[in-house]
């Protein structure tokens, strides 16, 4: 449960006259840190963050190192076991943190700043240039990703994590750019854009000052999806082989348990902890991505939190309540459940 | 019609341009595949088969750039798609065909499965917002984080390899010829159980959030309102006016998220060893064998077209005022 203070009267005008607008950046930045979801997905990201950066360090072994202990269950020696040729699987994961963390956001930067600079130009300037770019976008979102990635890595003599990242950031970021695109298109129609033109600000001010700010949610909320799309298509090239196999990351790991029969060899503790850890990694952005959601779409957060305060009242809440109820004094304070968080971007995730 | 139209030529265009990348993608990217090849294959490969994978590469020097991307369509348009080396000297159409069946079986029914039983979970969830319904949401979200292999790992290890219900690999029972037989046909039934449930375990929880987003959404709406205090039935509100309306934007996701769904099964048949395009690709990249992953491509990039398009009618079906636009 948590408490968003809306902070006197101009703030609470901002959020009743445009709904769709997003928040101011301050705002949308200290809320986050009070949005439990949001806060729990920080902390998973910092430790595995954390685990990137000292993972090497840490690691008791080698992790391509064998050894006489072959398919060692988890032990006081081996944390996690060891694999079929006696290498560390705890270490192997240590290790392998460091690729997975920095092509995957190493590749949702790229392609975030793709998705902005053909999303924002396409939705501000119109015309010509708007029908061109989202032709482009829109074929690339409709060209399967994930093949075109593996025949782009396959072909590539020895794909290492720079060349998969930037392989990953040319083909995942037409998504973003389509949101961010109809976004400036409502912004460059608001008033105070309007204003800004008309004082003569230059373009470029008015993209980077006007629209950027309001537009930083949406950019956030994109740049995380395209981390989880990016760790996620990684982790996969890495299992089929595709990318280098020389180098540690999770899906190599599971990449040389599956190659080596561990399924039937019943090696549990080989290829679980690796799939966990991506999925504790993917919740944890998925998680932060629910707070930032919740400051794009403020029509949701009223409705769902008009649910939660129906439901304190012992009122069912169904389809067909309008949501005007309002707790104490208005626009003071508004309490909102932590518990009903959506997101549109649950698909493409 | 004319919405129609457009959406035609955007799939055309969308199409030429996929089969484009497909034949700039070897010329730009650095070093010889043909080469390779032929080092890999020592001596093996005839000098028609090196002349035939030059000029599909492009990398015959003799020819402009031009030339060769106006015989790769010809070529293409002949159904001819190169040969194969991991099964030299069959023609990559060949075994395209082959597979494709396999493929299409599977990800046609899974994924009808998924997008419905999905959807209905969300209108039912989001029916329920604010209540103990939200708190399946944060596991939605878990399942939606999971590699599509991983899940394939972990069930082909509960439940083919200790409980032993599902063969833990293959698409039929070797013992039965491939065929219009009962035996064969209920062997392969069998077979597709764990992929196709796998599948729809990782692709349903997208469908639950972006219905149960919607149903919330389109439930403050005057038309839900007045329909409520007509005193409708409850069940009647809630799938014809509100379900109706809150469908449509996941009807046009189903379209988009096509693309990830095709691309997470070809992974899901490469750890089930599923005779479809996807297993076809997984021995295509253990041998290099360009060709045979150019074909794979382009077969499954047409497929999401087309189901993108049969996606598209269907949503001027559900939604009058796209109908009207045109």
Known sequence: ?349 | MKFFLRRVAFYLFTAWAAITLNFFIPRLLPGDPVQSLINKFQGRLSTDAVASLYVLFGLNKHTTVWQDYVTYWQNLFKGDLGISFTYFPTPVSEILLQSLPWTLALVGISTVIGFALGTLAGVGLGWRRGTWADNILPVTSFFSSIPYFWLGLIAISIFAVNLGWFPASGGYDPATVPGWSWDFISGAIYHGILPALTIIASSISGWILSMRNMMVTVSSEDYVTVSQAKGLPERKVMLGYAARNAVLPSVSGFALSLGFIVGGTLVAEMVFSYPGVGYVLFQAIGSKDYPLMQGVFLVVTISVLVANMLADVAYTFLDPRTRAEG
């Not at chain 1, 079929?84 to 290790?95: A, E, F």
């Not at chain 1, 690339?140 to 025949?151: C, G, N, R, T, Y």
């Not at chain 1, 990694?281 to 957060?301: A, H, K, Q």
Request: proline share 5%; with cysteine.
């Open chain 1, 1 to 349: 449960m948590s408490v968003q203070a809306d902070s006197g009267v101009v703030a609470g005008i901002t959020v009743d006259s445009t709904p769709v607008l997003a928040p101011r950046r301050r705002r949308s930045t200290l809320g986050i840190f009070r949005n439990r979801k949001a806060v729990i997905g920080l902390c998973i990201l910092g430790f595995f963050t954390l685990i990137a950066i000292i993972g090497p360090y840490i690691a008791p072994y080698d992790p391509s190192a064998t050894s006489p202990d072959s398919l060692q269950p988890p032990s006081p020696e081996h944390w996690l076991g060891t694999t079929i040729t006696g290498q560390d699987i705890y270490s192997q994961l240590l290790v392998g943190t460091r690729g997975v963390m920095v092509v995957g956001f190493l590749a949702g930067f790229l392609a975030t700043i793709i998705s902005v600079i053909v999303g924002v130009t396409a939705g501000f300037l119109g015309g010509t240039s708007d029908e061109v770019l989202s032709l482009v976008s829109n074929v690339f979102l409709v060209i399967p990703a994930l093949p075109l990635i593996i025949i782009i890595a396959g072909l590539l003599p020895s794909a290492g994590g720079v060349t998969i990242a930037l392989v990953i950031a040319l083909t995942g970021w037409a998504w973003g750019s389509r949101i961010l695109r109809a976004q400036t298109l409502s912004l460059r129609k608001r008033d105070f854009v309007e204003a800004a033109r008309a004082n003569g600000e230059p373009l470029w001010r008015i993209i980077f000052f006007e629209i950027m700010p309001n537009l930083t949610a949406i950019i956030a909320s994109g740049f995380i999806g395209t981390v989880i799309f990016a760790i996620l298509s990684e982790v996969t090239l890495a299992f089929i082989g595709v990318t280098s196999i020389s180098t540690w990351n999770w899906g190599t790991v599971l990449f040389w348990a599956q190659s080596s029969q561990a399924l039937v060899l019943g090696a549990w503790w080989w290829f679980v902890p690796a799939g966990l850890c991506i999925a504790a990694v993917g919740t944890s952005l998925t998680l932060i991505n629910f707070g930032i959601d919740e400051f794009v779409n403020p029509r949701l957060r009223s409705t769902a939190a008009n649910a939660g305060v129906l439901r304190k009242k012992k009122i069912r809440a169904r389809i067909g309540f309008t949501p005007v109820y309002r707790e104490g004094e208005p626009a003071a304070s508004r309490t909102i459940p932590a518990a009903s968080r959506t997101t549109k971007e649950g698909v493409n995730a």
